[in-house]
């Protein structure tokens, strides 16, 4: 028997129609856009209409979007692109101490080349306060990065309050929004955000495809050089399989954001009502009302690594970001979170997606009972 799966911020299946679209550029289509004979026509004409596609989804003119390779290029290019080119104005960047790896190890390695940077705390619910990084603020601060939601606790960040204050200031703004986007509206212009980071496996397309969104105007230092593809900012032969695939992983997700919405937050709800039903000692991570739908960050006290080896049998979830570890030591989210030792090392991260169904939610509140109580006998 499979594991239920309830990792959906680690990855996200291929939506089958997702996988339609892709084939023919797999076998027949197999041109290179760049071409300017017959067989770089379907995939020229297939890469603009899914920029389309995504520049839909988020609101902004096709040419502001640039396909990059995934979540952790867009925020490599978005920092270290905009702090080089942008270094003449200032060296002080703004960010989170819960942000992803792809943006924490980015500004350590610009801390080595020169740039000042401030991590932000957050408060026990894993919110930087707006407060907080206006007084960050230096005259020497060119840029802040703040995700737009977290991917362990899920919490959703204040980001438009922060926009205005960037905005007043002059500040580039950038927001990681790989786990925000397809689970909540993700609009730039209402967000007012410069900068803004797309994962394609996580909203049902393929791993190994992302977009970094660059507001017209603002200028990086390029990551990858060579040819001009990508409007001259970013060299490589476009990989058209996949960008045709998040530009359809984009369409669905715009036609279905609110039904998704619901759908994932109900199987969330029905998890947590299930297990503090039978659980006594369980505690929710990440803010109550200011959280993504499907993300439920749960601290089972004083339960160990057996607890979690035994779950993760019967149940795909996530002692941490899977994508970088699956180890139970004890997360820096939690950590800046000040969630108590005795709660923080028994964390599991369950995450529902779009295909999680009532049965696997029941069955999975039956294994996890079953197990827990096995442990405290
Ligand atoms: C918030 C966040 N940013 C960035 C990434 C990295 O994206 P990718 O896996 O496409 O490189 C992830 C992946 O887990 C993420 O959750």
């Known amino acids: ?63 502001e979007i640039i396909f990059t390779s995934g979540g952790t290029e867009s925020n490599n290019y978005a920092l270290r692109g905009y702090a080089f080119a942008n270094r003449h104005k200032g060296n002080h960047i703004i960010t989170s101490a819960i942000e992803h790896p792809a943006i924490i190890e980015v500004c350590k390695y610009l801390e ?98 992302g977009v ?3 507001k017209q105007g603002i200028k990086l230092e390029k990551l990858m050089l060579g040819a001009k593809q990508e409007n001259d900012c970013r060299a490589g032969t476009e990989n058209i399989l996949e960008i045709v695939g998040l530009g359809k992983a984009c369409e669905i ?8 919405y619901e759908h994932m937050k109900k199987m969330r709800d029905r998890l ?26 749960v601290s089972f006290l004083n339960m160990n690594e057996y607890f979690q080896l035994s779950l993760f049998l019967e149940i795909a979830a996530s002692a941490g970001a899977a994508c970088h570890s699956n180890s139970t030591s004890f997360s820096y989210v939690l950590e800046a979170m000040n969630v108590p030792v005795e709660y923080a090392m028994g964390t599991i991260r369950f995450s529902t997606g779009r295909m999680t169904t009532k049965n696997e939610i029941d069955n999975a509140i039956k294994i996890i009972t079953d197990i827990y109580n096995k442990q405290i006998r």
């Open 272 to 297: 947590w009502n299930g297990l503090i039903n039978k659980i006594p000692d369980v505690r929710l991570n990440g803010h109550p009302e200011k959280r993504l739908p499907n993300t439920l960050n």
């Open 1 to 63: 028997m499979k594991p239920i799966y309830l990792d959906y911020n680690a990855t996200t299946p291929v939506d089958p129609q997702v996988a339609d679209v892709m084939i023919p550029f797999l076998k027949q289509k197999f041109g290179n856009p760049s071409s300017s004979h017959w067989f770089g026509i379907m995939p020229s004409k297939a890469v603009i209409n899914a920029r389309e596609q995504v520049a839909k989804l988020i609101n902004c003119k096709p040419e």
């Open 253 to 260: 997700a715009r036609q279905n954001l609110s039904k998704n």
């Open 112 to 209: 080595k080349h020169n740039f000042k940077v401030t991590y932000l705390p957050v408060d026990k619910n894993g919110l930087v306060s707006v407060k907080s990084v206006e007084r960050a603020i230096t005259e020497d601060t060119i840029l802040i990065s703040i995700m737009h939601a977290n991917n362990e606790v899920g919490t959703i960040q204040p980001i438009t309050e922060i926009a205005k204050i960037a905005n007043e200031k002059g500040i580039c703004l950038h927001t990681d929004a790989a786990q925000s986007l397809g689970k909540i509206p993700v609009n730039v212009t209402k967000l007012n955000v410069d900068l803004l980071s797309i994962a394609g496996h996580k909203i049902y397309a393929p791993k190994g495809i």
């Open 212 to 214: 970094l969104y660059v």
